[in-house]
C-alpha cells in the first residue's frame, strides 16, 4: 500500500478502535464551551445538532474490543448486544465527554435504553426520538416537524444559542455533501469492489461517528482518490453479495474480512444506515425544518424499522441486486434483532419471487470465531458462482 493510503486506513482504524472517545475530546478541547452528544441507530437529525455547533457523536456499542462487566447485569440474556455494550461504555466513564444522547425509536430495545439512560444519568440530557411511522405529510410529516421543533429546542437551550434559519440551511448543505460522498463511495465500491474492498471502506464510513462532516467528507474524499492508485487491487474470481440485517448492531470488523476472504465482494450493504438514511439531497433554500420533514417522508430508504406497506416489503433489496449487479443476498443480522428478524421471511420471499440465490446467519457484535461464517459464505459464494454459469 502507498504511504499516504496506508496513512489514512490507519486514521480511520484509529478512529474505529477510539472506544474512549478521544477524537471528540480533542475536538470539544479546541475552542471553549464546544458541546457534543450522542446518537444510537439508526436515525437522527444530525442537522439540528450540527446548526447548534453540538458535534453528534454515533455510539455503536463496544464491538469486539470491550469486557463487558457491568453492562450484562443490567439485561436478561436473550436479547441483542449493543445495549450490554452500550451501558459498559457510560458506566466505565467512556460516555462522559457528552452533553447528552438521543436513542431513536429502532426498536423496544433502544426505547428502553433511553429511560434506563435517564435512571442512570439523572439530570444528564436525555431524549426518546420517536421518528414517524406515517408517511402522510398531514400525519406524520406535522408530527414530524412538531418533533424537530422540540428537539431544536432542546438543543438552542444545551448549546445556549439559538438555532437560526441560515445556520440549519448551511447544516443541510454540509450534510447533502457527506451524503453525496457516501454515496459516490458506495457506487465506485459496487463497480469495483477490490478496489474499495468493505473491511476498508466500513472504517472510512465509521470515522462519521466522530469527525465533524466536513472533515469526513474531505476524509472520504481523499479515500475515493487514492484507493484507486493502488496497482496491486486487482479482479478476482469472487461472487458480488448484498449484505442485508447489519444497520443496528455492527458486526465485527473480523466478520467482513471473513467474508471477504471467503469469496464475497460486497456490493450493497446495510451498514451504519443512519448515515445513508436520506437518499437524496436535502432542499436547502426556504423553510429548513419543512425541508427536513419533506425529506424524511419522502427519501427515507427501505429498512426493517421503517413501516412500509404490505407488499412492498424486499422491492428495495431486489432493487439494490439488480442494480449492483449482485448475485445473491446474505442476510446477516445480530442474534435476537427483533426488526432484523421479522423482517426476513418477508425479503426472502421477495427474493425466492425472482429467483435470486440467499444464505443467512446471525453474529453478536463481540464474535471472536468466524470458521463456520468462512465455511458457509465460501459455499455459497461457489454455488452461486457455478449457478450463475450454470
Ligand atoms: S440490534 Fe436489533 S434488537 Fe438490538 S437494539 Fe438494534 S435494532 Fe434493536
Redesign the pocket.
Known sequence: MKPELEQLVHRAQQLYEDLDLAAVRTWKQAAPGRKAIGY??IYVPRELMHAAGILPVGILGGGDRLEIIRGDAYFQSY?????RSTVELALSGRLDVLDGMLFPS?????RN?SGMWTMLFPGRYVRYVDVPQNFDPKVGGAYWRRELETLQGDLTRLAGRAIKDDDLRHSIAIYNQNRQAIRELYQARSWQPWVYPTSELYLFLRAGNVLPPEEHTELLRQYLKLAPLEEDRKEKDHSRVVLVGM???QPPLGLLLTLERAGCWIVDDDLLLGMRWLTGEVEVEGDPLANLVTAFLEQSTAT??RYQPEGDRGRALVESVQHNVAEGVIFC??S?????LLDQPMLIAALDRESIQHTQFKYSEDTGQFAVIREQAGTFSDSIRLWSEA
Open positions: 444510537m441507530p436479547i441483542c448486544h449493543i445495549p429502532i426498536g423496544d430495545v433502544i435504553l444497520f443496528c448492531e426493517a424499522s443480522a445480530p435476537f434483532c427483533d426488526p432484523a
